[in-house]
């Protein structure tokens, strides 16, 4: 049967992408315009305010060869300075020669940490944390791996003028050579941001320290390295929520030898698993010389390239317990390693108008469910219903992506496309679009089958097609998922986007039906990535 009710859609909020000049300085910067949140959060404020960039540097520094101290210190100021308030959207964060304005490879400087504090704000996440008689909130941060940070519309950090601002770094030379160097960061900001058309979010601010919770500490232990080959040493640490919110990002930061950084819910659910990805390179920090490996490129004989942020839209609720894990290698010693997320949390509640009396309350299906409802995705069946558990037809998972992508598509006029789906078929117009978009190809002998289930490799080959069949770094995905498949690209992309996670025992089962719960969660996840990936990074590096 197909939900008669499943023909709504919503608007997709899509900007045409724009150039704009900020004055840096004497310097012009060409930086592209504002975007538009391409999934509105149910009740989210209307009109989204434009974003401006600026590019800020700290002071000049000099770093002697390697071998010699790293330079370690503060400075005041670091953001942009704007009459009245602002809402920062994001920060991408580089380290550049200081004479020529050029990026600095990684290979030749190891950035330990840069913070960016408010000065005389209490911490959330430790109300006690102090820096000398201040009391200071950390805002930003970033190391070695240089993630950016990307704020979802319509949630923004808001910034006074009257704010203090304060940073702190550590950089070490990991070159033969002297070095000048600056750090630069492009802010993106929002000056016509207000109470009616932002969110407000709170960084909180997760660290994990050698045991000095109760004062903060630094965040820095050592890996003993006693474990063998393949072993990992773990650490971790929980925070009470204070009220209801919305996680609307996050992501760990870790130093070489770190594989991946994990928030957990209350109920044992992952909210985020941000990996560290390394590329061949120098394979050492400033504490360690390259070690062969026969294994695929990893800490011990690659640099860290990036740690991947999560895109999430968690709710978390007053007094659930929230714990943060760091996970290393531990086959060898690391020194001076460090475990953080840093989390942007809106402290407020989604109603939702079009709830289902069936969806799952908790469990890992549940705000994918309320979403799908909420984004109009999705209207369940004529009795209200949502049958979470029931598979998926191939008609309503094309009606899915259609009402996903905005439910207002032309495929022209021109005879069916399959001979199986007349134009009185309830989902003919979704399917049509499937095809005309080259998504959904059918079968040999021209059917497309809209009452059969679609097939977990099925909808996520759509997908793939959806993002322009982007090849994956690697065609290892799952232990069932062959390389020759005609699948495999597809799935493997996915799996490194985020989109799939597959089972608990590295399967993917990609020839097993799709449930209605299972195709809720994965448009959740590619919706999420869609926007960071492919509009929310349209920002100058």
Known sequence: MTGAGEMSGRPRYRLVTALITVLVGSAATVVPAAYADPVPPANAPAGAPTTLYQTVETPSFTLEPMGSPGDEREYFGGMPRVPGAYGLKSIIFDVVDANTGDPVSRDDIHLHHLVLVRAGAQDPACPQRMYGSYRVHPILATGMERTPIILPDPY????????????????????????????????????????????????????????????????????????????????????????????????????????????????????????????????????????????SVGPHDGVLDRIVPCRTHHRVSAGEEITLKAVYDNSMPWDDVMGINLTFIWWGTQPCTRSFPDAPS??????????????????????????????????????FLYNLEGGDHSAGDHEPSFSDVPESHPHHEAIEWLAHEAVARGYPDGTFRPASPVLRQELVAWLWRLAGSPSPESMRSFTDVSSASPFAAAIAWAKESGIVQGRPDGTFSPTAPVTR??????????????????RGTSIPS
């Open 362 to 399: 908790s469990g890992p299906f549940a705000d994918a469910v309320e979403w799908l409802g909420c984004a109009g995705v999705s209207s369940g069946y004529p009795d209200g219903t949502y049958r979470p558990r029931r598979t998926i037809s191939r008609g309503e998972a094309a009606r």
């Open 156 to 295: 923004a950090y808001r910034v006074l003028d009257s704010d203090i601002w304060g940073g702190t770094y550590h950089i070490m030379n990991k070159s033969d050579r002297r070095l000048t160097l600056k750090i630069r960061y492009t802010v993106g900001y929002q000056p016509d941001a207000n109470d009616q058309n932002t969110r407000w979010v709170q960084p909180w601010f997760m660290d994990i320290d050698s045991g000095y919770h109760d004062d903060c500490g630094d965040a820095v232990w050592d890996i003993p390295g006693d474990g063998g080959p393949g072993s990992t040493h773990e650490r971790s640490h929980t925070w009470t929520m204070p009220r209801d919110g919305i996680i609307v990002g996050t992501g760990s930061h870790l130093h070489q030898g770190g594989l991946y950084g994990e928030m957990v819910d209350g109920d044992g659910h992952v909210i985020c698993r941000s990996d560290a990805v390394y590329v061949p390179g120098s394979g050492h920090d400033h504490t360690h010389a390259t070690v062969a490996s026969s294994s």
């Open 517 to 534: 719960q299972e195709t809720a969660r994965i448009l959740f996840w590619w919706d999420l990535w869609d926007f960071t990936t492919v």
